[in-house]
């Protein structure tokens, strides 16, 4: 029971934690495109992928880094950050470039891919919400990404605190195409794994 897959995804789930410090120990070449692989895969609407993985191994970029993310310890220790940009909302017109590329690659036509998704796109439109739609899609992929991390012994930390100003240059972010949505830190602790503290199911789980 214990070997089977799940028994083992839902280990990852319970030893995973918030690392804060890690070690010299590096991720090696096939980690990180396994990492990188579940941040691929992960779903997202409609199938439009709009987001860029930008990966940080220079050291001489850390410096700048950490004091872009207000000196946290967990980006000034990583070996990899990984800056997950959104794309902005201008990219998700339906007769626009990016939504043609993405929708020709799916079953039935280019036409009636974009008369499925014009109806989203104009509600997200008219409540101003495709930045945040945009961002929102990026932490299914950071939580893959981290959850797949952490079946290899590789822990992480989801950075939200950061001065966008100060990243986009370090990875040279074109900020009318694309923004920051989050960044992720990789590599081995050099601290001790934390008690996981959460709330029992039974309070978070209402059956209809």
């Not at 410090?21 to 779903?43: M, N």
């Not at 950490?66 to 990219?91: G, N």
């Not at 290899?152 to 966008?164: L, V």
Request: hydrophobic letters at 40%; glycine letters at 4%.
């Amino acid at each position: 029971m214990h070997d089977t897959p799940i028994a083992q995804y839902t280990q990852s789930l319970y030893t995973r934690f918030a690392c804060k410090r890690y070690s010299d120990l590096p991720i090696s070449e096939q980690q990180l495109r396994s990492i990188l692989e579940a941040g691929r895969l992960s779903p997202t609407s409609f199938g439009l992928e709009g987001w860029h993985f930008h990966v940080v191994t220079d050291p001489t970029l850390r410096p700048a880094m950490t004091q872009a993310c207000f000196d946290q310890e967990s980006v000034a220790t990583a070996p990899i950050t990984v800056v997950i940009a959104a794309r902005t909302a201008s990219s998700y017109d339906p007769e626009g470039e990016f939504v043609r590329d993405r929708g020709i690659r799916f079953p039935g036509t280019l036409r009636e891919f974009i008369d499925d998704y014009r109806g989203y796109y104009t509600f997200l439109s008219e409540w101003k919400r495709l930045d945040c739609w945009s961002r929102s899609q990026c932490y299914i992929a950071a939580a893959n990404m981290m959850q797949a991390a952490a079946l290899m012994g590789i822990q992480s930390c989801a950075i939200e605190g950061f001065n966008e100003d100060l990243v986009a240059p370090i990875i040279a972010l074109d900020r009318n195409l694309w923004q920051v949505a989050l960044l992720i830190t990789f590599g081995y602790p050099d601290e001790p794994a934390r008690e996981k503290i959460r709330a029992p199911l039974e309070s978070l789980v209402t059956f209809h």
